[in-house]
């Protein structure tokens, strides 16, 4: 099913979807599947419900729920009102989510009752009241509830209006709310879709999150092409996962390469012959995780991606280019252009380092009751009017135009001098054949300025340590890039995006004194 140029709203997909294919199955999770038609009418009637309750166009409405058939069903009941989501993790906690509550004030909330006595112990301690809609115990998003007859789909809705707010960290201070429209978020998977190629026959199994922009966006995409979505609680236990992604026989995998990691041990066990597209994003994939992937998904493409929550997608590498380039992260996607700002503020579009800036449909409309860090993000572009992204990756382009990711600019080290990237230390380090993973953070220094400090996480049955590491950094790495020390942990902690948190490190450090490597 190609995209079409009247699809303006996100509703738009899912409506064309069951009219066009109403019996295709749209979702599958724990044992159920819906059809088009079936989401359609859960959509509508859960907004016919929210709309009773006061839920108009403009309104935010809380997603605080884990994976599941009512997550997608809730998503939708919000867009046919022309409401925003306000997707949030199960795993936040009540004091980060009543100041979310208190930030976004959204009229309702949509809840596991697994979660209620967090979401409960939220609502009491913020100022905002809201209307609670609970899934379980008796209850349920899909109703029965009369559909939403009086509310046209979209709920009257411009594309410029909000989809949703979706709230990411950095490195410091409360979450950001990061403004996504009507526009930005079908700009993003009619692009995305595009260069994938993504088909109605297609069906994708999403172990991500889908409170995470990577994870929402395989709804939306599968909508637009009338694809299937399989939908698994977590990857906490992929050999579960793994068996049901051949059960099912996906043609669609998105990972995260901390999700490489667990499969690469198990992959021998399974038939992965049904998948022929494999997706990476969250963080760059590593040269040798690239070959490990390619080798476990042999009938597979393999798209290396690279993103932000505030413009969803930046770039992608097209998979003939994997064996000349593994360590780029591509070119820019469909409808989007990009450049290098160096340090003199000087624009690049070939063989630079700088900040990397995004110019396209897809950049978000700023953060959320922020307007002094949606200013430093969102500055006037070369066009009259118009407002470009400037990321705070700093990158580099080789001659041809390819980007590589090098770090986040907060991240970015200054030793005695010199910028050092963790992302080029955390290369090295994964390239022993006893290292799964790799973490580099900034130590501070009385006379370097600072120091890199890795954390590692050896392979199963490792028997090298530190004394080995350093060996082995030194003969790849400059002087002033090697780490002070080496430090091994069992397993590297990760945020709920699948990443490596270092913060969580970072805080370690501050805790408890630091242990030697294991040897």
């Known amino acids: ?29 724990e044992g159920r599947e819906m059809t088009y038609a079936e989401l359609w009418r859960a959509a509508r009637a859960l907004a016919g419900e929210m709309a009773r309750r006061g839920v108009r166009r403009g309104d935010r409405v809380l997603l605080f729920l884990p994976n599941s058939l009512e997550y997608a069903a809730a998503f939708w009941a919000i867009q ?105 978020m079908v700009a993003a998977s009619q692009s995305v879709s595009q260069y994938l190629g993504l088909e109605a026959s297609d069906r994708i199994l999403c172990a991500i999150p889908l409170t995470f922009d990577y994870g929402l966006h395989q709804l939306t995409m599968s909508a637009l092409v009338g694809a299937s979505v399989i939908i698994e609680a977590s990857f906490a236990q992929p050999l579960f996962t793994l068996a049901r992604l051949v059960r099912f026989k996906a043609t669609v995998f998105p990972i995260v390469p901390t999700m490489l990691a667990l499969l690469a041990p198990i992959a021998g066990r399974f038939d992965f012959s049904s998948v022929r597209k494999v997706t ?37 590498l097209p998979p003939a280019q994997l064996d000349a380039r593994k360590g780029s992260v591509g070119v820019a996607i469909p409808n989007t252009e990009l450049w290098l700002v160096d340090e003199a503020g000087r624009r690049h579009t070939r063989a630079a380092e700088g900040e990397l800036v995004i110019r396209g449909a897809t950049v978000m409309r700023g953060y959320w009751n922020n307007p002094a860090k949606t200013a430093e993000k969102l ?70 300025g600072q120091r890199p400090l890795a954390f590692v996480q050896p392979r ?9 590491w350093r060996a082995w950094c030194q003969a790849r790495l400059q002087p002033f890039m090697l780490p002070s020390r080496i430090l091994a942990q069992m397993a590297l902690p990760k945020n709920g995006n699948g990443k490596i948190d270092k913060l969580a490190l970072r805080a370690g450090l501050e805790t408890e004194p630091a242990s030697p490597a294991l040897a």
């Not at 190609?2 to 979807?17: A, E, F, T």
């Not at 709230?167 to 950001?176: D, H, L, N």
């Not at 199963?460 to 080995?468: F, K, P, R």
Request: proline share 7%; glycine share 8%; aromatic share 6%.
């Open 460 to 468: 199963a049955g490792a028997l090298s340590g530190e004394a080995d």
């Open 80 to 184: 046919y009102l022309g409401a925003a989501a306000v997707p949030v993790s199960p795993d936040t906690k009540a004091a980060k989510l009543a100041w979310m509550l208190d930030d976004c004030e959204p009229r309702a909330a949509l809840a596991d009752a697994a979660l209620r006595a967090t979401l409960e112990e939220a609502g009491a301690a913020c100022r905002h009241r809201f209307e609670r809609l609970w899934q379980g115990e008796g209850d349920s998003l899909l109703g029965p509830w009369p559909e939403a007859a009086d509310v046209p789909p979209g709920g009257g809705a411009l594309d410029q209006d909000l989809a949703a707010i979706i709230y990411t960290s950095g490195s410091t201070g409360f979450p950001k709310g990061v403004m996504l429209s009507q526009r930005n």
């Open 1 to 29: 099913m190609k995209p079409s140029h009247n699809l303006i709203l996100l509703i738009d997909y899912l409506r064309r979807g069951a009219l066009a294919r109403p019996e295709a199955t749209a979702l599958l999770a």
């Open 379 to 448: 500055r006037p572009g070369p066009l009259p009017g118009e407002m470009v992204l400037y990321t705070g990756d700093w990158c580099r382009l080789d001659d041809e135009g390819y980007l590589y990711f090098l770090a986040r600019l907060d991240e970015v080290l200054k030793v005695k001098g010199e910028k050092v990237a963790p992302k080029e230390i955390e290369a090295v380090l994964q390239q022993h054949p006893d290292i799964e993973l790799a973490a580099v953070i900034g130590i501070d220094h009385p006379v370097d």
């Open 280 to 316: 990476n994003t969250a963080a760059a994939l590593h040269p040798e995780a690239i070959d490990q992937a390619r080798a476990i998904f042999r009938n597979a493409e393999l798209f290396s991606m690279y993103g932000l929550t505030e413009c969803h997608r930046c770039t992608y």
